[in-house]
């Protein structure tokens, strides 16, 4: 619990920055556009009703799809700037409506009596019109604080970090004081603002000049301190923080951990996660330069970036091929091999295995009419699984596609009797499982191999250097214990990268 | 002085006000009377411009009204309206500077006439910091009565502003306003339904039926020859009142 608090500074500040900035926008937007709306009313319709079907697109999915609107418009799409527009296009339906409502139920009569002792137009506005719009208006922005406050969780896959960074590694790690933490922290964030904005309406509406100084100045604060520290973060820095990214499963959390410290501790530069990306999401990120580095399969890249559909055989021609395709098309370097694979593999109960005499894939096939096969939800539709059932002529009795979180259990209880595991899952060890010879080499190699962006490799070859340090130092068994040491044993990727890496030094 | 001349509105092809004339001279106090739907707030509302008329021409000293911006205009005319029209987020004193504000004044200068006003009207300065929603009806309109004048404008409009106030202190406001009016040789044009308030106040009444101007005179005259049957059942009302009244006197007498 106190290593994810230590976290809560860093991760409370990103989230404010997100949420007061949006907010800040969504009220530069909506206000004025309000006040536009309410002058000509024939634009009442068409605006509220495109900001309603914005309202309606689920919030996930608006902050995932600003990521290739943006890189469409060669602008920042990971990170700060696509949760930001994702937000601030959230935040605009309840402050616009409520600030069409506001104006829209001032007294005729005092609007008249306005002109009457010699307001223009503007003036009516801003000395009658919003003082007395002015309740409703805020109770918009209220809403709107409450409501961006939480969908900012949301921005974590589009490589913002926020709280939610907490709630979506917690969930893939189960590590549910991190889920806690955040899930806390966001609804106390909600409510510290809301409160604010409610005391500035308090203020105003009882005139107490007092408790309004005391909100605004409150509020004030809060942007002041977060402009500060998204200033300095904005800032042309010399010695700017190396970024790695980590995919949205436990090995990557422990992998970017790794390298982050290796990074520091070879180096002394500071690192920065960018955690639970998505997985075109962490490629795309690095290739524009949104992160600096990160860890990927040579499977992945073979298949999904390549489209080869042959199985090369020989790692060390993959490597070369890779690491040349990967330079001259997409500007990625090829630091190197961490020393061991994780590939799709085929699981099943060692009992079973041993009683039937399966040990290799081959001798899956006759079985396999009688047994039933579970993946995860992208399993199915891979084509390794094509590459795999036209190698071996498999026919499962049944499939099923579920969480890879519950593969593991489903198969070590007889739910289904194969599973596509990771071949690297420490729950493999731990439930008696035991994996099957790809013989016929259907599946291609997923060495783990650590990508960095080119600009990297020119400006910093000491942090290149500081990575080739890792090359060959990870094996499987390595690997597997790691995982099983956060998923089985509950312990912190963190702790377990700084483990690995002590034990590393000390031997260098 | 005041000139209007054929000042005419329409509301899509409704005439609302058709082609009405008349002058105003300095000081002089003219009240527009009809029952309602007559087009007299209508056409006080386009003296200064808060409807802009279809046809027709208003000019005060010599300036057309159309040749200055609306606002500006307004601001030189003090308005007091039927609804009061007081912002309620804003304090007495902030209310009767709206139009001090407005023209730029410096804030000492602010301060200084709006207890000036404010003491015109009989209000004591001590309300500077209450809001409106505190006051009674007959303060809230003093108030009305103050803002307007504030900027000391030489031109007053009054649309119905003791309407909805009871009896005695509607005679109160208007005993004060006749006084204000006569120190400050204020010119008003002062609109209403009521004959009894009209024969009471105007140096001259301006009689307006669906529209138009039916008679023009001054209380005597009216009540002398009344132009056609509307006039004469407009000055029933007050006729009646006033005969029923002298009979409880001599009653009360004998």
């Known amino acids: 619990?106190?290593?994810?608090?230590?976290?809560?500074?860093?991760?409370?500040?990103?989230?404010?920055?997100?949420?007061?900035?949006?907010?800040?926008?969504?009220?530069?937007?909506?206000?004025?556009?309000?006040?536009?709306?309410?002058?000509?009313?024939?634009?009442?319709?068409?605006?509220?009703?495109?900001?309603?079907?914005?309202?309606?697109?689920?919030?996930?999915?608006?902050?995932?799809?600003?990521?290739?609107?943006?890189?469409?418009?060669?602008?920042?799409?990971?990170?700060?700037?696509p949760a930001f527009i994702g937000l601030v296009l959230y935040s605009v339906l309840p402050?616009?409506?409520?600030?069409?409502?506001?104006?829209?139920?001032?007294?005729?009569?005092?609007?008249?009596?306005?002109?009457?002792?010699?307001?223009?137009?503007?003036?009516?506005?801003?000395?009658?019109?919003?003082?007395?719009?002015?309740?409703?208006?805020?109770?918009?922005?209220?809403?709107?604080?409450?409501?961006?406050?939480?969908?900012?969780?949301?921005?974590?896959?589009?490589?913002?970090?926020?709280?939610?960074?907490?709630?979506?590694?917690?969930?893939?790690?189960?590590?549910?004081?991190?889920?806690?933490?955040g899930c806390v922290a966001a609804a106390g964030l909600a409510l510290t603002l809301d409160t604010l904005i409610r005391l500035i309406a308090v203020g105003l509406a009882r005139r107490r000049r007092g408790i309004l100084g005391a909100a605004l100045g409150a509020l004030a604060l809060l942007y002041v301190y977060t402009g500060i520290t998204a200033a300095r973060e904005l800032m042309p820095q010399k010695h700017a923080c190396v970024i790695v990214g980590a995919k949205t499963f436990t090995e990557q959390y422990i992998l970017s951990e790794i390298i982050a410290k290796q990074i520091t501790h070879e180096t002394g530069r500071c690192t920065r996660v960018a955690q639970s990306l998505g997985s075109t999401v962490a490629f795309d990120a690095l290739r524009s330069g949104d992160i600096d580095v990160y860890v990927d399969y040579f499977g992945t890249i073979w298949t999904t970036l390549m489209h080869r559909h042959t199985n090369p055989g020989n790692r060390d021609d993959i490597?070369?091929?890779?690491?040349?395709?990967?330079?001259?098309?997409?500007?990625?370097?090829?630091?190197?091999?961490?020393?061991?694979?994780?590939?799709?593999?085929?699981?099943?109960?060692?009992?079973?295995?041993?009683?039937?005499?399966?040990?290799?894939?081959?001798?899956?096939?006759?079985?396999?009419?009688?047994?039933?096969?579970?993946?995860d939800y992208e399993f199915f539709s891979r084509p390794e699984w094509q590459a795999l059932r036209a190698s071996y002529?498999?026919?499962?009795?049944?499939?099923?596609?579920?969480?890879?979180?519950?593969?593991?259990?489903?198969?070590?209880?007889?739910?289904?009797?194969?599973?596509?595991?990771f071949s690297t899952d420490g729950r493999i060890a731990a439930l008696k499982l035991t994996v099957l010879d790809d013989d016929?080499?259907?599946?291609?190699?997923?060495?783990?191999?650590?990508?960095?962006?080119?600009?990297?490799?020119?400006?910093?070859?000491?942090?290149?250097?500081?990575?080739?340090?890792?090359?060959?130092?990870?094996?499987?068994?390595a690997m597997r214990r790691m995982n099983l040491a956060v998923d089985g044993a509950g312990e912190s990727p963190s702790a377990v990268a700084k483990g690995f890496l002590e034990k590393l030094w000390r031997k260098q | 002085m005041i000139q209007v001349q054929n000042l005419t509105k329409l509301f899509g092809d409704t005439p609302v006000v058709s082609a009405v004339s008349f002058t105003v001279s300095?000081?002089?106090?003219?009240?527009l009377v009809g029952s309602s739907g007559s087009g007299k707030t209508t056409t006080l509302k386009m003296i200064n411009r808060l409807i802009e008329p279809t046809a027709g021409n208003v000019s005060i000293d010599g300036v057309d009204a159309k040749d200055v911006p609306g606002h500006v205009l307004r601001r030189r005319i003090g308005y007091v309206f039927q609804k009061v029209g007081l912002f309620p987020h804003m304090t007495v004193e902030q209310n009767v500077a709206v139009p001090l504000?407005?023209?730029?004044?410096?804030?000492?200068?602010?301060?200084?006439?709006?207890?000036?006003?404010?003491?015109?009207?009989?209000?004591?300065?001590?309300l500077c910091t209450r809001y409106p929603a505190e006051l009674s009806g007959g303060q809230q309109q003093r108030i009305g009565v103050a803002r307007a004048l504030a900027a000391e404008p030489k031109l007053m409009l009054l649309d119905e502003p003791f309407g909805a106030l009871d009896p005695v202190t509607r005679d109160r406001l208007q005993q004060s306003f006749l006084e204000i009016r006569r120190r400050l040789?204020?010119?008003?044009?002062?609109?209403?339904?009521?004959?009894?308030?009209?024969?009471?106040?105007?140096?001259?009444?301006?009689?307006?039926?669906?529209?138009?101007?039916?008679?023009?005179?001054?209380?005597?005259?009216?009540?002398?020859?009344?132009?056609?049957?509307?006039?004469?059942?407009?000055?029933d009302t007050p006729r009646r009142q006033a005969r029923a009244f002298d009979e409880l006197v001599a009653g009360a007498a004998g």
């Open chain 2, 26 to 31: 300095a000081g002089e106090l003219l009240v």
């Open chain 2, 101 to 126: 504000a407005l023209l730029d004044w410096e804030a000492g200068r602010i301060r200084s006439r709006v207890h000036e006003v404010l003491e015109l009207v009989e209000l004591d300065p001590s």
């Open chain 2, 185 to 235: 040789g204020l010119t008003a044009i002062f609109v209403t339904h009521d004959m009894s308030e009209a024969l009471l106040l105007a140096d001259r009444i301006a009689v307006m039926n669906h529209g138009r101007l039916v008679q023009m005179g001054t209380p005597k005259e009216l009540l002398a020859s009344p132009a056609d049957d509307y006039v004469d059942r407009l000055l």
């Open chain 1, 393 to 421: 002529g498999l026919k499962f009795a049944a499939k099923r596609s579920m969480d890879p979180s519950l593969m593991y259990q489903a198969v070590a209880k007889g739910n289904v009797d194969v599973i596509s595991a």
């Open chain 1, 319 to 375: 490597l070369r091929e890779v690491s040349r395709f990967l330079r001259e098309h997409d500007g990625v370097f090829v630091v190197g091999k961490l020393g061991f694979e994780n590939a799709y593999a085929l699981a099943m109960r060692r009992k079973q295995a041993e009683k039937l005499g399966i040990r290799r894939i081959s001798d899956l096939a006759p079985y396999a009419p009688t047994l039933s096969i579970g993946g």
């Open chain 1, 440 to 477: 016929r080499g259907a599946i291609p190699p997923y060495d783990a191999i650590i990508l960095a962006s080119t600009a990297l490799e020119r400006r910093h070859p000491e942090v290149i250097a500081a990575l080739q340090k890792l090359s060959d130092k990870i094996n499987g068994d």
């Open chain 1, 95 to 181: 402050i616009l409506s409520n600030t069409v409502t506001g104006l829209g139920t001032v007294d005729p009569a005092l609007i008249e009596a306005a002109r009457g002792v010699g307001m223009t137009p503007r003036q009516q506005l801003f000395r009658v019109e919003f003082p007395l719009a002015m309740p409703v208006i805020i109770a918009g922005i209220r809403t709107a604080t409450v409501w961006t406050v939480g969908i900012a969780t949301l921005s974590t896959p589009v490589g913002a970090t926020s709280l939610g960074n907490y709630i979506f590694s917690g969930l893939q790690t189960r590590n549910l004081d991190a889920v806690l933490v």
């Open chain 1, 1 to 81: 619990m106190s290593e994810q608090l230590a976290l809560l500074p860093g991760y409370l500040n990103a989230h404010l920055q997100l949420t007061l900035f949006a907010l800040l926008l969504g009220v530069l937007i909506s206000v004025p556009l309000g006040a536009m709306v309410a002058r000509v009313r024939w634009l009442e319709q068409p605006v509220l009703g495109v900001a309603s079907v914005i309202q309606t697109v689920p919030s996930l999915a608006l902050l995932a799809i600003m990521v290739p609107l943006l890189a469409a418009v060669h602008l920042q799409s990971i990170g700060f700037l």
